[in-house]
């Protein structure tokens, strides 16, 4: 069984991994490419912003449905954003939550969308939910807290 768990985690990693080389030389900031490729900003106002996309087949899990790793980068790429539209930095992740409430499928339409719910000089929170767009029934929500380094000057 550890075994199993092992390659489950590893995929083949180590030294007879074929693909070492190639993950290894991967460009910079490749991940958020990867999820964020196909994304579309609908709206953009301050402490509000709000994205679509179609979920690319590259983004699905084992059940076909769009995994929870890339919604869970979803809501902090689109909840940094927001902090964005209120021209400070985007800052740190301190925590990040998300409930998984339904399920969205290959080619299907979403809607996501971020609101800062609060910011102060040290720290912003930030909610983000992602509908599907046809009915908007909520897919997931997310909450984002993050740190805003504060300048020593």
Known sequence: ME?????YLEKGGGENDKNAASIDGMPSRFFERFIMQGLRTDLIEPGRVICSM???PRLLNAG???HGGATATLVDLVGSAVILTLGLPP????EINVSYLDAAYADEEIEIESKALRVGKAVAVVSVELRKKETGKIIAQGRHTKYLAVSKM
């Not at 800052?91 to 301190?94: A, E, K, Q, T």
């Open 64 to 66: 076909k449905f769009l």
């Open 91 to 94: 800052g740190v992740s301190v």
């Open 54 to 56: 179609k979920v690319p």
């Open 3 to 7: 075994e199993s768990v092992k390659r």
